[in-house]
């Protein structure tokens, strides 16, 4: 399976459990923590479900951890991100909901607009 096809199912996964929700008015805003790392200490390990939105300016290596330590720190290190694009994701599809469910005669400029980069971004994507 290349490499494509795999990226093209992870967006299909990414996608699919939204598709399901009724479109809210507005767009959610997230507000995203930028944290500066000078160690593996300062990697933020989520005490339970809640997993704050973080990203990290600088990527540092793991390979002196014991495999346990280094899993914990991996995980992470890479959620908080794949969360904060599973947001972001979210509200691109409920704002394509909420297009369709308008008046698509009369689509709006700003929509069009936003519909137009989502196409660039897809053929991007695919190519």
């Given at each position: 399976?290349?490499?494509n096809?795999?990226?093209?199912?992870i967006?299909i996964?990414?996608?699919?459990?939204?598709s399901?929700?009724a479109c809210?008015?507005g767009?959610?805003?997230?507000n995203?923590?930028?944290i500066?790392?000078s160690?593996?200490?300062?990697?933020?390990i989520p005490?339970?479900?809640?997993?704050i939105p973080?990203?990290?300016?600088?990527?540092l290596?793991?390979?002196?951890?014991p495999v346990?330590?280094?899993?914990?720190?991996?995980?992470?290190?890479?959620?908080?991100?794949?969360l904060?694009?599973?947001?972001?994701l979210e509200?691109?599809l409920n704002r394509v909901i909420?297009?369709c469910?308008?008046?698509?005669?009369?689509?709006?400029?700003?929509?069009r607009i936003?519909l137009?980069?989502?196409k660039k971004?897809i053929q991007?994507?695919?190519s």
């Amino acid at each position: 399976m290349n490499i494509n096809k795999i990226n093209l199912y992870i967006w299909i996964l990414l996608l699919i459990p939204f598709s399901f929700f009724a479109c809210s008015s507005g767009e959610k805003k997230l507000n995203i923590q930028f944290i500066a790392l000078s160690s593996v200490n300062d990697i933020y390990i989520p005490a339970d479900s809640l997993v704050i939105p973080v990203t990290y300016d600088t990527l540092l290596t793991l390979e002196d951890l014991p495999v346990k330590k280094r899993k914990q720190k991996f995980i992470a290190l890479v959620l908080p991100s794949i969360l904060i694009a599973r947001f972001h994701l979210e509200n691109d599809l409920n704002r394509v909901i909420e297009i369709c469910k308008s008046d698509t005669s009369r689509i709006r400029k700003r929509d069009r607009i936003f519909l137009d980069s989502l196409k660039k971004k897809i053929q991007n994507f695919r190519s």
